[in-house]
């Protein structure tokens, strides 16, 4: 007989099958009483179909083709000759359930293979975690290409939302229909990659941000990942993903064991918005989430001000003018380092080059420092360019097949970082740079994905990633002060295991205000504006040449954690100073930005775009509405706000963004001629809204609500 165990979480409920073959979860949605695990179990069976086998496979959490499931085999693995191709697990344990999370453990005696999974839901969220361990207790190799888990969803849930995107278009959504049949999205590149992001929503027909039942599904992983949303013949549907493994990646000697990466689901019937929500309040839990007691540093970054032309004494008046305008951390991007002029040569050779730096690095890191800014230093660890001292001396450590010619990208190979010894070259020269420095900071960068990646003659992205975590954990435990930052051309790796070793993501080498709306709403749907990094770039948009006013670049930039990318020096004495009233508007609502519920607003034509972010007692918030192209229409609609208190009277006005524009003339609704705007109830403003006023394409402002007690 089964037993039936409930988790709860908030709002949502888990239930599990445990004893009776594979364990599965019979059911995930909203909160049911604990009274009816056994009802809802029996409620649920479902009878035989006409011309199926005699038994109906449950979607197991680890998915079994032994037991007659024909959907994606939860494992996929064999024995030297072919064995075990087909295990069947019976529990082999009784289930340890604590309060919040539940451990079950399974084996196949036949098979010679034995799992653990870990499930947690705590009471005080609804984001499901859970994971398994496989360990092969056979007396042979088990070669395993597979190990992923599995959730049902109800049939309702017909629609799916995922992302496709490419370098300087992250997070690009993808709205289908779920037919029939399977969407199986797998990445190979050996980095959560721009274009297939383990990440999806699942919901009934129309669920938007603030309506209908959604589920999102997650796998923390920066490496290679694999995820299907699959409705069987049958009816059912159900979500799967783990890593993606290539062949003989992984050969489990007896008695080896390998755990998969992290898989998190949510689930609201409150919209999209809930479960974005419930994500980031999962993130910010978490120890390596960054404290909530010290403000996001605004920072400038060298990169799209100088590339790669390094001069102390530009640097230094950089600095100066970051200072001026109330940055807080400096981040000197590339071309620190020897034979770094441009990216041809250098990556690997971790020491600072006396050509451009002749009085050494402090020099600049003391000027740094001095002015009260926080110094920050760009890597690229995982790399080497052949020409460079480090390939020159080794050029056996590179993650590539011996037996094939390399293939270059960004004109760089791949640093075998599983293998000892370049790991502990890595380790001491980035040790050597953050101990010899001031260092605050680390930009942690990854430009180019793996090709015929090869560690100890097999495929080696699993032991690439696994050995960047080693490296990272090893680096912050030898330097706690030291932030680091999370880029991969871009965000080109963006997931919550990376997020456990750094503390900000960067989000897209683009910095046009128009791409990033986009782009930024995207990446909230798993991650919090306090881990977006996001900058003002110059007036001219390096990626896309397309130029916008400063209201506009920092209306975007300032919803997340704030930088500038721009060589200041260029800039005029009045553009400094709307840069410098930026700042100081983004530091006066960093508290709300960085902890508040992050809100994304609807909207009835693709003319505008509406985001915010409501502080947890609802008392106040902050909302960006961008015209992003013309409309159908010559008055753009009512702005329905969102997760307010509906009981609450808010005073509702607009907050000017430095630079030109907000004389709105004759366009203007008469709530905004008086400067201190409206005051209406959160069910009104949710419900009637607020009237904004006619706005060119490309610009965008800020609307401001207070509680008025
Ligand atoms: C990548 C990053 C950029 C910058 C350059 C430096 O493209 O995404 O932000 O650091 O590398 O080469």
């Known amino acids: 007989m089964a037993e039936h165990l409930l988790l709860h979480g908030k709002t949502t409920s888990v239930l599990i099958a445990h004893g009776e073959g594979a364990p599965s979860v019979l059911y995930w949605g909203a909160k049911i009483p604990d009274a009816d695990a056994e ?111 599995s959730l049902p969803l109800p049939t309702r849930a017909n629609e ?52 209908g039942e959604v589920w999102g599904f997650h796998l923390g992983w920066s490496g290679n990942s694999r995820l299907v949303a699959e409705r069987l013949s049958d009816g059912r549907r159900y979500l799967q993903a783990g890593e993606y493994l290539f062949p003989g990646e992984v050969e489990l000697a007896p008695g080896e064991e390998i755990t998969s990466p992290w898989l998190y689901g949510a689930h609201s019937v409150r919209g999209l918005g809930e479960v974005s929500r419930s994500f980031h309040s999962y993130l910010r839990d978490r120890a390596s989430h960054p404290s909530p007691d010290t403000p996001r540093k605004v920072l400038l970054n060298t990169w799209e001000a100088v590339y790669f032309k390094h001069d102390v004494p530009t640097l230094k008046r950089l600095a100066d003018v970051a200072a001026e305008v109330g940055a807080e951390r400096f981040v000197l991007d590339d071309g620190w380092f020897p034979n770094r002029n441009d990216d041809t040569g250098g990556l ?58 390399e293939i270059l990208g960004r004109n760089q190979l791949v640093l075998n970082l599983a293998n000892d010894d370049a790991y502990a070259y890595v380790l001491e020269h980035l040790d050597r740079m953050l101990t010899d420095h001031a260092i605050g900071y680390v930009k942690w960068d990854m430009n180019r994905d793996h090709v015929q990646p090869v560690h100890a003659g097999r495929a080696g992205t699993r032991a690439q990633t696994l050995a960047l975590y080693r490296l990272l954990d090893e680096l912050n435990g030898r330097h706690p002060d030291v932030e680091f930052e999370s880029c991969s051309s871009g965000g080109g790796r963006a997931d919550f295991e990376i997020l456990r070793y750094t503390k900000r993501i960067w989000t897209s080498d683009c910095n046009d ?18 881990l977006m990094g996001a900058h003002v770039g110059p007036h001219q948009s390096h990626t896309t040449r397309r130029t916008h006013g400063l209201g506009f670049r920092g209306a975007i930039a300032f919803m997340g954690h704030l930088g500038i990318e721009w060589n200041l020096l260029d800039a005029t004495e009045a553009e400094r100073k709307q840069v410098a009233e930026l700042v100081a508007l983004h530091k ?39 015209r992003i192209n013309t409309a159908r229409s010559s008055i753009p609609d009512p702005v329905q706000f969102a997760h307010l208190d509906p009981d609450a009277r808010y005073q509702a006005r607009i907050l000017g963004l430095p630079g030109p524009g907000g004389e709105f003339g004759r366009t203007k609704p008469e709530w905004m001629r008086e400067p201190k705007g409206v005051e209406l109830s959160g069910r009104t403003l949710m419900r009637a809204g607020l009237q904004p006023p006619v706005l060119d394409p490309e610009s965008a402002l800020l609307f401001h609500l207070t509680r008025v007690d």
Request: hydrophobic letters at 40%.
């Open 513 to 530: 205000a128009l791409e990033r709306q986009r782009i930024q709403r995207g990446f909230s749907m798993l991650f919090p504006p306090e």
């Open 160 to 211: 799916i939302l995922d992302f496709t995107g490419r370098w300087c278009d992250e997070f690009h959504p993808r709205r289908t229909p779920w037919e029939a049949g399977a969407i199986i999205n797998e990445n190979r590149r050996g980095r959560s990659s721009h274009d297939h992001v383990a990440v999806l929503f699942a919901g009934t027909e129309g669920f938007d941000e603030n309506h």
């Open 588 to 626: 006066q609502f960093r508290p709300l930005l960085h902890s508040g519920d992050l809100v994304r607003l609807d909207s009835l034509d693709d003319a505008t775009l509406t985001q915010g972010v409501v502080s947890e007692d609802k008392g106040e918030a902050l909302f960006v509405y961008a």
């Open 39 to 149: 009802a809802v179990a029996a409620a649920l069976d479902r009878p035989l179909a006409h011309a199926s086998i005699d038994i109906e496979a449950p979607v197991a959490l680890v998915s079994e083709l032994g037991s007659g499931f024909f959907g994606s085999p939860g494992i996929k693995g064999s024995r030297p000759g072919g064995g075990a191709w087909a295990p069947r697990f019976q529990a082999s344990a009784p289930p340890e359930v604590g309060d919040d999370h539940v451990t079950l453990r399974c084996a196949d005696e036949i098979a010679g293979l034995a799992y653990t999974i870990e499930l947690w839901l705590e009471s005080t969220r609804d984001v499901l975690a859970f994971r398994v361990t496989l360990a092969n207790t056979g007396d042979t190799d088990y070669s395993l290409g597979r190990l992923a888990l």
């Open 348 to 405: 690997g050779d971790w020491w600072v080059d006396p050509a451009k730096y002749p009085n050494g690095l402090d020099e600049l890191v003391d000027h740094v420092t001095g002015l009260g800014l926080e110094f920050g230093l760009w890597f690229e660890p995982e790399m080497v360019n052949p020409d460079s001292e480090l390939y020159r001396a080794h050029p056996e450590w590179v993650l590539q097949d011996p037996d094939y010619p």
